[in-house]
């Protein structure tokens, strides 16, 4: 079975800072990695997926994520963050395997919150 | 439409009450999610559709509920002789290919 872990439930930081968002992952077959951010009372959005190739994946609002197959880690990433990136942020994992479902069955971490201050 | 729409978006239900929540997908997605958000927790899987058919259920908690997805396109989750445990956000995602989108979800408290 597949399993996540965010490695810290809240991040407080200074507006104009960089940022990392720790995630690590169980799996004993390859996995697609996401991250998914949700603003209060949105729905999840997407940030970025790795699926295969480069390990250095490129999402939106300039984050950027790493895939570490030995140290099964997927890290998310921002040089400078700014107030509106305040939010909670999820890693989840899925099975590239399972066909139709690789992209929405997914295992999701606990979430961190990310609180950037002025 | 323009995205994964989901309703009503806040539910208040009384213990034992039955509850159906309502999940229109973005038109022409096959693949349709269900999950579970409990409070301060990340998102768990209940079931899949692929149109009309259920194909996975795996992550349903127990036989008070089942979702029906009949026409292939919208879909509802029921929740029999509701719990104060099943006070959680339910969200609905829907994919085509590659991506999956998800609605802003139902908060369902159970009093």
């Known amino acids: 079975a597949q399993s996540v872990t965010q490695l810290d439930s809240q991040v407080p930081v200074f507006e104009e800072a960089p940022v990392e968002l720790r995630c690590n992952y169980s799996?004993?077959?390859?996995?697609?990695l996401f991250w998914y951010v949700q603003y209060p009372n949105q729905g999840l959005q997407l940030l970025l997926k790795?699926?295969?190739?480069?390990?250095l994946v490129k999402g939106i609002n300039g984050f950027e994520a790493e895939f570490n197959k030995s140290q099964t880690s997927f890290h998310l990433r921002k040089p400078s963050v700014h107030i509106s990136d305040t939010a909670e942020y999820f890693c989840?994992?899925?099975?590239?395997?399972?066909?139709?479902?690789?992209?929405?069955?997914?295992?999701f971490g606990q979430g961190t919150i990310l609180t950037v201050h002025p | 439409g323009a995205g994964v729409s989901q309703s009503p978006r806040y539910k208040v239900a009384k213990r034992g009450q039955d509850v159906a929540l309502r999940c229109d997908p973005i038109?022409?997605?096959?693949?349709l999610f269900w999950y579970q958000q409990a409070l301060g927790q990340g998102p768990e899987f209940l079931t899949y559709?692929?149109?009309?058919?259920?194909?996975?259920k795996s992550g349903l908690p127990s036989d008070r509920f089942f979702a029906e997805r009949p026409e292939g396109s919208v879909s509802t989750l029921k929740i029999q002789r509701t719990q104060q445990e099943d006070s959680a956000v339910y969200l609905c995602?829907?994919?085509?290919?590659?991506?999956?989108?998800f609605g802003q979800g139902t908060r369902l408290t159970v009093v």
């Open positions: 038109s022409g997605h096959v693949s």
């Open positions: 995602a829907s994919s085509l290919i590659r991506e999956a989108f």
């Open positions: 799996s004993s077959v390859s996995v697609y």
């Open positions: 989840a994992v899925s099975d590239p395997s399972s066909g139709g479902t690789s992209y929405g069955k997914l295992t």
């Open positions: 559709f692929q149109n009309e058919a259920q194909l996975d």
């Open positions: 790795y699926l295969s190739g480069s390990t």
